[in-house]
């Protein structure tokens, strides 16, 4: 199996780590399991896991589809609960419905304060507003 590596602490381009993104979307190369070992495993350095979040949390506004699906599965392997905000908005207003369903797959595996925003989202498509369940 190929193996993804990041060489020199140097973060890729983003449209190469939108690319790589979508390898994690269903489709004809399942490049899946690459990118998921190349983000657990070899993405330790605390400054650049950031950079990739703040790279990933842009692709969120992509114009592209299949940048903003592969953003939501990249930050979901992430996990880091800073993004739950940004998810949460696009579990609620991306104009795609695979964007929407894909960010709320995040939000689930982003512990208690993802479930909290699913929660909330859920709790306000059906006209309850500010009310926090516990």
Known sequence: MARLRLMGQVLPGQKILMEMSHLLLPGPFDGRQSVVDFLTNYVNDVDLKHQMIDSFVEGLESNDTKDRQGSCEVLAILQDSSVVSRLAYIAQSDPSS??????????????EDGRDALQQLQLSSHGFQGISVK
């Open 98 to 111: 695979q964007v929407r369903k894909q960010a709320k797959r995040a939000l689930d595996t982003l512990g």
